[in-house]
């Protein structure tokens, strides 16, 4: 247990679909973040949000639509995707949103099914 | 950016002391490196991080030579448990710039 709570653990979904994805930190950081992993390559980075503003957006998709409604709580909207998409889709915080040296800690990730 | 490159799989036995070493060439001079551990079915988790020379904790140890240009990391008598996916990532001390592995899958062996 991490202190990191990411639901749901599985989605599968249809490419005309809306779901939401979250993320809730019990552990009082001031950063969020979102990752995308595939199989196979490196994790992305996708969102960061430092003190609930978004600092960071590494040319995803408009599909993908983050929220940080406050410190603790992260959503990440999915509409239209793609089957690409497929991924598991990693929440982590940290404490400092603006020193990236800082231990980052991960939820257990989303596996999303794009079908 | 920094790009960093690991080798794909190691094996190993129990009991035995591993070293996973990661390339980043063009690390930059304020560049930290920083080796993450993922079981399967969860997120990554912190083992440990340096800037230069070596860092040791409680369950591992990290070398870095003077040119900074790779890094080892070094699992003490590792264990069945230590099986998972290893990860390098380089912190480019700006920017946000997060520069990911692609991972050492590390099987240890009775």
């Known amino acids: 247990e991490t202190g990191v709570t990411q639901t749901p653990r599985h989605l599968v979904m249809g490419m005309t679909n809306k779901k939401s994805l979250k993320c809730e930190q019990h552990?009082?950081?001031?950063?969020m973040y979102w990752y995308k992993q595939s199989a196979k390559k490196p994790l992305e980075l996708m969102f960061v949000?430092?003190?609930?503003?978004?600092?960071e957006n590494n040319s995803v998709p408009s599909r993908f639509s983050p929220e940080c409604p406050n410190s603790s709580h992260l959503f990440l909207h999915l509409h239209t995707l793609q089957p690409e998409d497929s991924a598991l889709y990693l929440c982590?915080?940290?404490?400092?949103?603006?020193?990236?040296?800082?231990?980052?800690?991960f939820g257990q990730g989303t596996r999303l099914t794009v079908v | 950016l920094a790009k960093t490159t690991q080798p794909i799989s190691m094996d190993s036995y129990e009991g035995q002391e591993v070293n996973i070493t990661c390339s980043h060439n063009?690390?930059?001079?304020?560049?930290?490196i920083t080796w993450y551990q993922q079981f399967p079915s969860q997120g990554p988790r912190f083992i440990i991080q340096?800037?230069?020379?070596?860092v040791t904790n409680e369950v591992a140890s990290l070398f870095i030579p003077a040119d900074r240009k790779s890094s080892t990391l070094s699992l003490p008598r590792v264990s069945l448990s230590d099986t998972a996916v290893y990860y390098c990532?380089?912190?480019?001390?700006?920017?946000?710039?997060?520069?990911w592995g692609a991972g050492t899958k590390l099987i240890i062996k009775p």
């Open positions: 982590a915080s940290s404490q400092s949103g603006t020193d990236m040296n800082t231990e980052a800690f």
């Open positions: 552990l009082g950081h001031n950063a």
């Open positions: 949000y430092s003190l609930e503003e978004r600092v």
């Open positions: 063009n690390i930059a001079t304020n560049d930290y």
């Open positions: 340096g800037y230069k020379t070596k």
């Open positions: 990532l380089v912190v480019v001390d700006s920017n946000y710039q997060l520069i």
